[in-house]
T-cell receptor
Framework: KAGVTQTPRYLIKTRGQQVTLSCSPI?????VSWYQQTPGQGLQFLFE???????NKGNFPGRFSGRQFSNSRSEMNVSTLELGDSALYLC?????????????FGPGTRLTVT | QKEVEQDPGPLSVPEGAIVSLNCTYS??????FMWYRQYSRKGPELLMY????GNKEDGRFTAQVDKSSKYISLFIRDSQPSDSATYLC?????????????FGKGTKLSVKP
């Protein structure tokens, strides 16, 4: 079974631009979560989607948004990029019907804002 | 005080050593505890999951939870160079939504051949 895939793997943007990151979960997984990972703050939860509905949201500004499609694929968008948005953005998928705690992470998208 | 504290390391040990990785936490409501391993340029992968207090063993890995001290540990026996990675602890007060998980910042481990 294919793992979680994220595109693109690397991205360089300038301040003020916007960016869209994509995540394809493991087949059959309907829950997708997004995280931001930085050396200073560690792994921080952004939001979780289940069956196209946002189920939970972390403490991030409204510039960070996401959505999930009917095939469970998910995108996250960051508008008006700031230097502090430079981070590894990780997507994780899970199957709540099978396990409420086990989630599988993708390799991440490394975003650099200059 | 941060909810979850984890020594960032780096921790360097010789092959075959017993490794002890630890996290402390402040929220007494936490009762689900996990350890993730993250290799360079990869996403984290779940290693161990423990509910409430006690020990759990899986091969060379043992997870230990001491709720009275708000302290969790991961022990790696007979460490191998392939164990070189960053280890993240994570904990939650509730099952279910991943948004309830609080992660430590990770300890970078290097096992030298």
């Amino acid at each position: 079974k294919a793992g979680v895939t994220q595109t693109p793997r690397y991205l360089i943007k300038t301040r003020g631009q916007q960016v869209t990151l994509s995540c394809s979960p493991i087949s059959g997984h309907r829950s997708v979560s997004w995280y931001q990972q930085t050396p200073g703050q560690g792994l921080q939860f952004l939001f979780e989607y289940f069956s196209e509905t946002q189920r939970n949201k972390g403490n991030f500004p409204g510039r960070f948004s996401g959505r999930q499609f009917s095939n469970s694929r998910s995108e996250m968008n960051v508008s008006t990029l700031e230097l502090g948005d430079s981070a590894l953005y990780l997507c994780a998928s899970s199957d709540p019907g099978r396990s409420l705690y086990e989630q599988y992470f993708g390799p991440g998208t490394r975003l650099t804002v200059t | 005080q941060k909810e979850v504290e984890q020594d960032p390391g780096p921790l360097s040990v010789p092959e075959g050593a017993i490794v002890s990785l630890n996290c402390t936490y402040s929220n007494s409501a936490f009762q689900y505890f996990m350890w993730y391993r993250q290799y360079s340029r990869k996403g984290p992968e779940l290693l161990m999951y423990t509910y409430s207090s006690g020990n759990k063993e899986d091969g060379r890995f043992t997870a230990q939870v001491d709720k009275s001290s708000k302290y969790i540990s991961l022990f790696i026996r007979d460490s191998q160079p392939s164990d070189s990675a960053t280890y993240l602890c994570a904990m939650s007060a509730r099952r279910g939504s991943q948004g309830n998980l609080i992660f430590g910042k990770g300890t970078k481990l290097s096992v030298k051949p």
